[in-house]
């Protein structure tokens, strides 16, 4: 890092037309000795929530052995790269408490209990009713220093009137995120929405000139050129390469965008869904997981939650050879074929998963990267999906938190122990103002802190 006597503010802005282009952190940001301490010392802090549906199957994912020298085993296999930055946990629970009947709304207990560790109350009428999900609690704290303080996205739009738990709104199975007991947060599967909320200019109410940008077919860096180059002008050599990438990523997912909006507009004109949306499912989780490195790299937020799935979900992967919906699949009855189909899901959920780990630890962040400084919950409200299991859920911690866990193992509890307790451990982490409880929580995880 080149230390300079003078710097730019680290919230500096390029403003265009209906654009506002947040900046990464560039070394001439960093304008003293005594910053770069305080930087090193005490490096923005990120979280970050990956949730999968439908369960797991569970003898692909679980290790045999404690420690260090724990197996990465099929499901998971994938992120072996990134063995270091795993911290693999076992034992934890999502049981109901005592007064609630087991079989009722078992989806969207999983989902709703993943953040929140409450049950979902079921009502004939759409009133909802949970508690206020970790996330967000996290991003009271960190949001206090960002433009946004979540961002909620996913890869599927809100059912409200299909595939949902009978007796329990939709919303519980649409979202993990909660603001209040009785606000669920919408998650966001449209690229275009969430790159506008992210570039669009917040400080202007001109919303006319967006959508003259848009309709004009100009880039947000075309609308900022002039103020790129005389930025580029006043910086040194590592910055400009700094921010040529930065930029040139910025304009790639603007044209993947635009081309999922050719390819809807085309070839898909009976499809109820939003332009933008890439037509494969591969391309819209790899496009929504960039968008994410994006507003992490940007510090737009450093709390983003993102579903892979919503719970019930029926999608199909033809490109995997999986014709039956997943959550059928997931219903496999110890059925040779489905439990086949059913690990290439997850296997395949896991390998995009690495595409996002391999760019986070690409983007250099402080004394380290952007994987380094944050930390990743991977996992699911239920286990053995054809039980609906919620014990021993399959829950991976992934990211350094910026040297305050220690990855590389895995960590098995005893089999009673609460999901709770490690989100009561995950808030003192961040700083939360101390819970003394937290839903069925009966104390902090011990040994996975440093």
Known sequence: MIITKHGMPRRTVLRGLGASLALP?????????????????????????????????????????????????????????FKNHLTVITGLNSTPPPNAVAAAGVHARASTRFLTDIPPKRSDTSEVEAGVSVDQMIARELGKGTQLASLEVAIEGRDLAGSCDIGFSCAYTNTISWRGPHTPLPMENDPRTVFERMFGDSGSTERGARMARMASDKSILDSVGERIGALQKRIGPRDRVKLSEYLEAVRDIERR????????????????????????????????????????????????????????????????????????????QEDPTKLSNLEKIKVFHS????????????????????????????????????????????????????????????????????????????????????????GDSTGRLQHLTI
């Open 257 to 332: 965008i635009q081309r999922a909006e050719e390819q809807s507009e085309r070839e898909l004109p009976a499809v109820n869904q939003p332009a933008g949306i890439p037509a494969s499912f591969e391309a819209h989780s790899k496009l929504m997981f960039d968008l994410q490195v994006l507003a992490y790299q940007t510090d737009l937020t450093r709390v983003i939650t993102f579903m892979l799935g919503r719970e019930l979900s029926g999608r199909t992967f033809p490109e995997l050879g999986v014709s039956e919906g997943h959550h059928a699949t997931s219903h496999h």
């Open 25 to 81: 952190l560039l070394d001439a940001m960093v304008p003293a000795l005594t910053a770069v301490a305080q930087s090193a010392a005490k490096p923005v802090q990120r979280f970050g929530v990956v949730y999968v549906p439908n369960g797991m199957t569970m003898k692909q994912w679980t290790p045999a052995s404690e420690g260090a020298k724990f197996e990465v085993l099929n499901v998971l296999k994938p992120l072996e790269p």
């Open 351 to 438: 390998t995009l998963l690495a595409y996002y780990l391999a760019k986070l630890q690409t983007i250099p962040d402080g004394d380290g990267s952007l994987l380094d400084h944050m930390l990743i919950v991977y996992g699911c409200g239920m286990a053995d999906s054809n039980l609906h299991a919620p014990v021993d859920l399959p829950l991976v911690l992934i990211g350094g938190a910026s040297g305050a866990i220690k990855g590389g193992r895995h960590v098995k509890y005893p089999s009673a122990t609460p999901l709770a307790n490690l989100h009561l451990t995950l808030l003192d982490l961040y700083g939360v103002p101390t819970l003394e409880r937290l």
